[in-house]
């Protein structure tokens, strides 16, 4: 069982930055792929970015089109943590962002939500002047 928790959320001006926190307890975090999805009111979720299992220092990345260049996904296997750096946000990324867990071989980044075991809970992003 793999325990997630998000953090720093907010409330932010178009064009501002925040940097998301995915915090994880239970198994070996670091065996799992992590991504990072969003859902806005009246909309599915939709994938953000997703990081591999990290063997040593190497892990590999994964990003939505929409979001490249501008976000960056890392992890810290030292604490059981993975960061969702989020700068130039537009209005239209307004949403609750959620982070999650997949047990899957290799150095997969699984972009569907059924790919994933292991769900945070959310935390709310608005990007609003």
């Known amino acids: 069982q793999v325990q997630l928790v998000e953090s720093g959320g907010g409330l932010v001006q178009p064009g501002g930055s925040l940097r998301l926190s995915c915090a994880a307890s239970g198994r070996t975090f670091s065996n799992y792929a992590v991504g990072w999805f969003r859902q806005a009111p009246g909309k599915e979720r939709e994938f953000v970015a997703a990081?591999?299992?990290?063997?040593?220092?190497?892990?590999?990345?994964s990003y939505a089109d929409s979001v490249k260049g501008r976000f960056t996904i890392s992890r810290d296997s030292a604490k059981n943590t993975v960061y969702l750096q989020m700068m130039s946000l537009k209005p239209e990324e307004t949403a609750v962002y959620f982070c999650?867990?997949?047990?899957?071989?290799?150095?997969?980044?699984?972009?569907?939500?059924?790919?994933?075991?292991?769900w945070g809970q959310g935390t709310q992003v608005t990007v609003s002047s």
């Open positions: 999650a867990a997949a047990s899957i071989s290799g150095y997969a980044r699984p972009v569907f939500t059924y790919q994933y075991n292991y």
């Open positions: 990081v591999s299992r990290s063997g040593g220092s190497t892990y590999f990345t």
